[in-house]
């Protein structure tokens, strides 16, 4: 039963942070209840119809089709997540001003809360599947022995949840202009994990071939298997013993979105100075 | 403006051509069974420095995730389904891999040499 739990508990809060920093990043804008409702429950249904197809699409690709799955729906949050966080360097110092003047309600329905959306539901999409898979085989083994584990396995998704609505919970508590700036910065560092993560996909697929020796190895700070490694994986991308083309990947994706938003943002543009010339 | 938007699109480039390089040109393979919840072989030889791919078959009517942060792979293998992973290049030593799913029964280990 421990097991169980344990195991549910690790690919629930994996998706749970991911979600509590979306509802953080989102708090009083109209909608996002539904948004991540939504969300979430796409992510549910897709994970069941996922786990479903497991063999078939396992068998795609010459035996790689769930790794090129994987990538492709990293890839697609990426992009998601990149918007965001473009639009929001583009409006959110309005929305944080508007925010500090109503207490904390604002309605903005041009926010692309699509966005958001389903990235929550890729990030209960992928855990989802593996904890149905996990269950599934619990339930096929049957016995007494099976509804310990059972038990377990829903023990372990209210203890992930409990974990995310502590991390969304101290997120709020957060004055909100600094709160958005931190979200914002999570927000980006996930994007540049996700896309250095479909990468590893790709390797493991055998269609990125490029740079393939490790840069580090960090395991002696902060190993893989650890709780707070695994976590820091899902937050923004962490990894031991990252490969060059992964670590290039992460940082073409930061500097992408940072160079953007920068470029998008009101009133950040240099303003050209006169020259002395012009001046005199 | 466009010094702004030049260096990331030239790192976007660079990483999309090196991401769409060729398909690896795996030298060699070995076969991974999973039955009963238990790898066999437990101990797969492979050699340093070369890419080898590893066809896992699950022989079991449940589902098992051939894990291991060592060889940076997880996956997936559906019950009574089949898969296949490629290791990158080793260096010598003893990675551990496990099934994710049963890790009192499946644990096994990569040897390159």
């Known amino acids: 039963m421990l097991a169980a739990l344990l195991i549910v508990f690790r690919e629930v809060i994996e998706a749970g942070l991911i979600v509590g920093i979306v509802m953080a990043a989102t708090k009083g804008v109209a909608g996002r209840g539904r948004m991540v409702s939504l969300g979430i429950a796409a992510g549910v249904s897709g994970a069941c119809l996922l786990a479903a197809g497991a063999g078939r699409l396992g068998a795609l690709f010459a035996g790689s089709g769930q790794e090129v799955f994987q990538a492709a729906v990293l890839g697609i949050a990426t992009l998601m997540l990149a918007w965001h966080t473009i639009w929001m360097a583009s ?16 309605s903005d329905g041009r ?18 599947s593996e904890v149905v898979l ?30 995310a609505a502590m991390l969304y919970g101290g997120l709020i508590a957060i004055p909100v202009g600094r709160m958005l700036s931190l979200t914002g910065g999570l927000i980006t560092l996930m994007a540049a994990g996700m896309a250095a993560q479909a990468v590893a996909f790709l390797q493991q697929a055998g269609l990125a071939d490029a740079l393939s020796a490790p840069m580090w190895n960090s395991a002696f700070l902060l190993s893989d298997e650890s709780i707070a490694g695994r976590l820091a994986h899902s937050l923004v991308g962490y990894t031991a013993e990252p490969d060059g083309l992964q670590v290039l990947v992460y940082a073409a994706t930061l500097a992408v979105i940072w160079g953007l938003a920068r470029a998008v943002r009101p009133g950040a543009r240099p303003v050209p100075r006169p020259s002395p010339a012009a001046a005199e | ?22 398909a690896a040109d ?10 009963n919840h238990v790898f066999s072989p437990a101990e797969i030889t492979v050699p340093a420095g ?25 996956k997936v293998i559906a019950g009574g389904g089949e898969g296949t992973v490629h290791l990158r290049p080793l260096a010598p030593g003893r990675y551990k891999f496990e099934g994710e799913y049963h890790e009192k029964t499946a644990q096994g280990v990569v040897i390159a040499q």
């Open chain 1, 91 to 106: 409006h959110g110092r309005a929305i944080a001003q508007e925010m500090r003047a109503l207490g904390g309600a604002v």
């Open chain 1, 111 to 128: 926010r692309p809360l699509t966005a958001l959306g389903i990235v929550v539901a890729i990030a209960v999409l992928r855990e989802g």
């Open chain 1, 134 to 163: 996990f269950l599934y085989g619990i339930a096929l083994s049957g016995g007494a022995s099976g509804w310990g584990m059972v038990a377990g396995g829903a023990l372990g998704i209210a203890a992930g949840a409990l974990v």
């Open chain 2, 1 to 22: 403006m466009r010094a702004l938007f030049s260096l990331p699109l030239a790192a976007l480039l660079l990483t999309a051509s090196t991401t769409l390089s060729l």
């Open chain 2, 26 to 35: 795996d030298g060699e393979s070995r076969d991974l069974v999973i039955k």
């Open chain 2, 50 to 74: 070369k890419r080898v791919a590893i066809h896992i078959k699950n022989m079991d009517t449940t589902a098992e995730e051939f894990d291991s942060s060592a060889l940076k792979v997880e």
